[in-house]
């Protein structure tokens, strides 16, 4: 099954970055050292390494995200790689090729890595597999940047990053995740990487209607009352409410829903007292997150986007050493 | 108000390029100097130097325009920075992020400039004066490249450096400026460029309904009989005529127009005998002006085009030192 | 007329490709071993050259082609050049500014070369014809990126690179194109190619209503009967099948033509034992070629990939130094 290739060599090195599932804790913990020390190259004057010089990589974005793409495209760019951007969406898919034959090309031309965006969970796992089994083996790396429900790993680990950035150590941490976790790839990115990092109290909090089964099994405690699950917490992870939920019938309706799930000052205030507030942006003010809040002292919000470029850099430079 | 957001550091230095209106001018003299430095490095063999080596230039472009976008993408990648170009209309608005945390991530990803392009007035103002609020005060600058009617103020500076290349001293020309200034942006950078530089004669020359009411005030003879207006001066800006407007009431009709305010070989002989022909481009042949003016020998529409690059180049190279 | 602009200066130097057709034999060859010495390029770690630093490659692709589009650009970058795709339809002409307006302006910017794919046949002649008239002359290059059905060189030199890579020698081969030649840029581009390099035997094979008329005159065998034709061949070049041809009255079904024109191992078992094959991609994988044969030990079809980017950065670099 697609989801289940391997991303590790037998020597454990990464051979690409598909999901956070499974990774070890020693990966994740290099790639945040790597991402440490790529923080200061951005803050530079003359913000570029060397380290991709003359590689190819690809953006293969089959769903549009101007924001994700221009965060992979700032990093490749400042390690100094060459960046296409297709979207695939308009191309040749159109002209009726095959995905896969569009992968084939793509590693004849010389590819050395693509970052892939698809609607479709899986998408990223099955280009991988396919990669490996043809001439790209061992020298084309596939970096998951979002696939349908299932995964979003550089997100999972910029989180990490943030986390770690201004709490230290993961090993005492409450950690809360709301909202609608259910069609959440970032969520589930964050509980993976949260539980391997050694996270004592991972929390999801929303209505019951957005929070998928079986997450007990994964360690996770879950809320429907926000204001219970905040209590005590540390970090407040909030996600993006697509819109297309208050559209089902899933959600009465974004002012009910600001309401009982929505951060405010008010809630926030049952966190702990230097409990630090993150979004995947892009944010729906007044409706997952108080404009308040979003600005105010405890947002750590823009400093993940910062982060995020540091992160996929790391991930770009390990990948091209495998 | 947006609109009156200062592009000068308290030193004087060029912290943003918004608008003409109140750019000393010395400044605009500097900025001129420097694209007359950067006229040869597009001759060269190797059309590049180092100046924006590793900065982040991000064309933000919330209404289409290829040709603009283009110019500016080429200048900064003839100082060597890395571009990342963002059609917004298509983007993340989409999404229902606001136009400032759009910014407000960009700027996180340690981007150095902005190319606004929007079809409001004010915008880049907007930007600017968010930028200088937040964290990226001091190291982020803002290049308007069109807002609204409101300014197109690169276009005034390439406008005032082709003036000066062709005619060295701006204190005893004749300008005329034909068209539709009501609706251009282009006439309002032009018209303060003009006054600032010492022109002591601006004219305006078009159909009541197309010239705004107030010029007087700015030093400017009004003109609706074109063969009056033409009469001896020494540079005729010929405007584009949006076809937008012909479909209004504002304009009978494009043959009409043609006929009264079309710019041709027959009316331009009542201008001085070296009199000099501009215009801002994209061209409408037949409608504001005849193909034998603009293929002609008193056309510099052309060269209007190369230091155009120069003097973005300029723009974005003295930004930088700021 | 158009077609018929030279591509080659007076002392024989290539000024632009336009049209295999003319092309002098030792010219083929010179691009062809000038590919040869980047084919190591892309394989190597750091996949640049510096042959193009600081020139300025616009691609205009005025009719959407992402594939071709990205083999140009990954080229360009490999030679170091600035690349600056442009995507006309939704451009400047929208805004009424007439194609050669647009190639002034952008050979006034200093552009250096232009890759052109059209629609309508003729027009990258049209634009190296106004280009030689005006300021470009003898230092901006117009590489022809496919026009209308009437020629795609470069496609048509990648196919030859593949031919003389696996089969050496030109003078003893049979060389069959399969397909809709009628429509096809590629078959003639192949057509010329061959006939220039001395293959003594070029068959076409099609249905009645896909092959032209008047080939005969160029020493080239139809054949209707596909078994028929395929017999003996070294080389088989199967043609894309537009899928708007099944719509009109050209075609019976696709089921009906993979029938009788699809290439199946089973018809391929008639060509020679070491018979190679070729596509020009993107496939229809089960109208005009079988996924066993495409994907099979004699398809040579990702080869062609690789080998084009090559091509095309011969073409660049030859073009550069004229």
């Known amino acids: 099954m697609a989801l289940r290739h391997p991303q590790l060599t037998e ?9 956070i599932e499974g990774l070890p804790r020693e990966m994740i913990h290099r790639i945040l050292d790597t ?4 923080v200061g190259v951005s803050d530079r004057d003359v913000k570029k390494v060397p380290l991709l010089r003359g590689k190819s990589v690809f953006n293969l974005f089959f769903e549009n995200s101007t924001r994700t793409r221009t965060t992979f495209e700032i990093a490749a760019k400042r390690l100094s790689a060459d960046v296409v951007n297709l979207n695939i969406n308009t191309s040749s898919t159109s002209k009726g090729e095959s995905l896969l ?3 084939d090309n793509l590693v004849a031309m010389h590819a050395d890595m693509f970052v892939v965006r698809h609607a479709e969970s899986g998408a990223p796992f099955l ?21 349908g429900r299932h995964a979003h790993p550089t997100q999972g680990l910029l989180d990490m990053y943030t986390i770690r950035h201004f709490k230290g150590d993961f090993t005492r941490l409450r950690v809360a995740i709301v909202g609608d976790v259910l069609h959440s790839r970032v969520a589930r990115s964050d509980i993976h990487a949260l539980t391997t990092l ?14 998928p089964g079986g997450l007990e099994q994964l360690g996770v405690r879950v809320f429907n009352d926000m204001r219970e699950g905040l209590r005590g917490v540390d970090v407040v992870i909030t996600l993006r409410l697509q819109s297309e939920r208050m559209r089902g019938a899933l959600l009465p309706s974004a002012q009910e829903y600001f309401k009982q799930y929505g951060l405010t000052q008010e809630k926030l205030a049952l966190a702990a007292p230097d409990c630090i507030v993150m979004h995947p942006g892009p944010m729906n003010r007044g409706v997952e997150i108080e404009s308040a809040v979003a600005d105010g002292p405890r947002s750590v919000i823009l400093d993940q986007v910062t982060f995020g470029i540091a992160v996929r850099m790391a991930v770009m430079s390990i990948l091209a050493q495998s």
């Open 198 to 211: 050694g996270v004592p109290e991972v929390r999801v909090i929303g209505p019951r209607t957005l929070i």
């Open 35 to 38: 991402a440490a020390s790529f």
């Open 101 to 103: 034959d569009t992968i």
């Open 11 to 19: 020597r454990g090195e990464l051979r690409h970055l598909l999901t």
């Open 127 to 147: 280009i991988a597999q396919h990669v490996d089994r043809g001439r790209g083996r061992g020298h084309v790396h596939v970096i998951n940047a979002g696939d």
